[in-house]
């Protein structure tokens, strides 16, 4: 089993949501983060004052998934969530060494 994770922008959570329904997955958790990364820093105005923008707001969704649904889970998520620009995000994928669900007790695959 493996835990997909992945940092996207915030617009395009819908068409990856979308994306991974349409391949079969059922669940994922997300989360609203702010990060920073390759992208510069840059400075904005607000009521005449300025400040420095260094973390950009993204999201963190998490999937678990079988093995055998790895590249194609990634490959799914680039194709949603790709701009084409620096900041697109990234993708973690890591092992799980188990999972259970807690409302019937069932354990490994069966509980994905």
Do not use: W
């Not at 994770?5 to 617009?11: C, L, W």
């Not at 994922?28 to 820093?41: K, P, S, Y």
């Not at 840059?42 to 999201?59: A, L, M």
């Not at 790709?82 to 990234?90: E, L």
């Amino acid at each position: 089993m493996k835990l997909v994770v992945a940092v996207i922008r915030p617009f395009k959570l819908e068409e990856v949501k979308h994306a991974l329904s349409g391949i079969g997955l059922e669940g994922m958790i997300v989360t609203e983060a702010r990060g920073f990364g390759h992208h510069q820093a840059h400075t904005e105005v607000y009521r005449g004052s300025e400040y420095t923008v260094d973390f950009q707001p993204c999201v963190r969704i998490e999937v678990a998934i079988a093995d055998a649904q790895r590249d194609q889970v990634v490959a799914t998520i680039v194709a949603a969530a790709r701009t084409g620009k620096p900041g697109d995000g990234r993708i973690f994928v890591q092992p799980i060494e188990d999972v259970t669900r807690i409302d019937n007790a069932e354990n490994g695959n069966a509980a994905l």
